[in-house]
């Protein structure tokens, strides 16, 4: 099937609006990506039809709303190639997916003298809650190096990941750099040194297939928001037996099987870690949305993102004063794109982008660490989506030259002249 | 009723606020961030800094024949845009009068509407430094 990108672009009502006058253009992909209608649609639809509280089964509108729930689970277990019914569990979103995996398995597994493995370019999310389990342990966080298109360092990895270390949590797209690690070489290194594998896949789930089962990694997380899902939902994905391992993390209602005064037994996979009510209607919705990217289909998808991607690096590369960081090239990358100007300060580039409508992120971007790798203060980050077009990469080229030409130092000293 | 703003501080604030174009706003208000004169490297000290900003600024103010003069730099233009509005618009008011200037007036530009929080809370941490500098003049 054709990739028909005006018909694309019509699924998704807000890409028809103005931004301070001017169409949008939106390449903030990587904080969140737009929603198609079907999953307005759903949202809509659950509110205004089914809506009642799931798995108390008093009455035929909760066994809708029920059904619903778990479909969608089972809709983007098949999305992400999950074993079976026990290993997804909905979150809040990426980081409280980690949050719980970090202290859930990493407080009753993690001593003094153990090691957690991180890399350089990790977002806060994956890095903050392994410090905090790291401080109450006692363990020690190592950060694997990145080699010099940004990927992690796989050869130092090897050195690095000894038998101290009993986590192994990396990224599989830097939400910075846009490059893909090599997810699958990463783990097998962990496993041969018996540690916990776990890989963020938020920058990873929206771009392609995860075929989780067959990674060799033991646990993911992703978030519905950047995948064209609603904000408020994400998702832990675990071996069973891992999850069966782990004691549950927040106590309450539905994670239970019985409560007496001095005895609570934990309900089995998934809702052992699904306390209280979840975020049903924007579970819903999800499902909606991983149904419009399986329609769409990761062959095309995956197929017009190159293309995409080879274009904006080519335009990119012209802009006078531009530095990318990360992969140069097409190959093993997403459409993320980081960068300075010389001589230009990282959020005035991102104001007079946003006063022409071309919305990009500018600053840290959640990953610290990796800014003093790189020793900038701030960048500023295109990420394009599946609905952005070549027209949209040259307004933003258009839209930068226009920056460097006003804000450049040689500008400056023109205008006193 | 708020007091009236300076002659100056008000054609600034006017210029600004009758061009409806973001664009258009944010040139403006580049070109007042470049009639600010840069500080001298040894008046870039740790006490000037403005904490609290995305981009390095530093701010001091001097009482000379009581009137304050103000001074100040930030790396970023349109914080130095905004800045020029403080150091170029009340300069050389006195302590009483600087402290009579409600710094709600950057509202009326319509620069604030477009940014984002930390670079209006930046604006009101450069406000609050030389406020303090003039409260100490006045009570001293």
């Given at each position: 099937m054709a990739y028909d990108i005006e018909k694309i672009r019509s699924d998704f009502p807000i890409l028809a609006r103005q931004v301070h006058g001017k169409p949008l253009v939106y390449l903030d992909n990587g904080a969140t990506s737009q929603k198609p209608r079907a999953v307005i649609d759903a949202l809509v639809h659950f509110y205004s039809n089914t809506n009642a509280n799931i798995?108390?089964?008093?009455?035929g509108l909760g066994s809708e709303a029920t059904s619903a729930y778990e479909q969608a689970r089972g809709v983007v277990e098949r999305f992400v190639g999950a074993?079976?019914?026990?290993e997804l569990i909905f979150t809040r979103n990426t980081t409280e997916s980690i949050n719980l995996l970090a202290q859930a398995w990493g407080r009753a597994n993690l001593k003094a003298g153990d090691e957690i493995v991180l890399s350089q370019s990790e977002h806060h999310a994956n890095f903050v809650p392994w410090y905090m389990v790291a401080k109450e342990r006692g363990a020690k966080l190592v950060l694997l190096p990145l080699d010099p298109d940004g990927r992690i360092d796989v050869h130092a990895a090897r050195a690095l990941i000894?038998?101290?270390?009993k986590v192994l949590a990396f990224t599989w797209v830097s939400n910075v750099l846009g490059g893909v690690n090599a997810v699958e070489e990463l783990a097998a290194l962990g496993k041969a040194r018996g540690a916990l594998v776990f890989v963020d896949a938020a920058q990873a789930a929206p771009h392609f297939a995860l075929r989780l089962a067959e990674r060799g990694v033991d646990a993911a997380a992703f978030s519905a928001h950047k995948m064209l899902g609603p904000t408020g939902v994400g998702v832990l994905w675990a071996r069973e037996a891992l999850l069966e391992s782990m004691p549950p993390w927040q106590g309450g209602?539905?994670?239970?099987s019985s409560v007496s005064h001095d005895r609570v037994t934990w309900n089995r996979l998934p809702w052992k870690f699904e306390a209280g009510t979840p975020n049903i209607a924007d579970v819903v919705a999800f499902g909606a949305a991983v149904k419009y990217l399986k329609a769409l289909g990761w062959d095309a998808l995956q197929a017009y993102e190159d293309v995409l991607c080879t274009y904006a690096l080519q335009r990119l590369a012209r802009v006078e004063g531009l530095r990318l960081y990360g992969p140069s090239g097409p190959k093993d990358r997403v459409a993320v794109f980081s960068f300075s100007l010389d001589g230009v300060d990282a959020s005035d580039a991102g104001a007079l982008l946003d006063a022409q409508g071309i919305e990009v992120r500018v600053g840290h971007h959640c990953a610290q660490p990796l800014m003093d790798t790189l020793c900038v203060a701030g960048l500023i980050r295109a990420s394009a989506y599946l609905y952005n077009t070549t027209g949209e990469i040259d307004a933003l080229v258009a839209g930068l030259e226009k920056v460097v030409s006003k804000l450049r130092p040689a500008a400056a000293s023109a205008a006193k002249s | 009723m708020a007091a009236p703003l300076p002659a100056k501080l008000q054609a600034m604030v006017d210029e600004l606020s009758a061009i409806d174009d973001l664009e258009e706003k944010y040139d403006a208000l580049i070109e007042m961030g470049r009639q600010v004169p840069d500080i001298p490297a040894e008046r870039k000290t740790e006490a000037c800094i403005v904490h609290g900003c995305q981009s390095l600024v530093h701010v001091y103010s001097t009482l000379v024949d009581g009137r304050l003069q103000l001074r100040g730099h930030a790396d970023a233009l349109i914080v130095n845009g905004m800045l020029a509005l403080l150091v170029l618009g009340l300069n050389g008011l006195t302590p009483e009068e600087f402290l009579r200037v409600d710094p709600k007036f950057i509202e009326k530009t319509g620069v604030m509407q477009a940014l984002t929080p930390s670079r209006v809370n930046g604006f009101y941490n450069v406000y609050q430094k030389l406020k303090a500098d003039a409260l100490a003049a006045v009570n001293a």
């Open positions: 798995h108390r089964g008093a009455h074993n079976n019914g026990n000894t038998d101290r270390c209602g539905s994670m239970i | -």
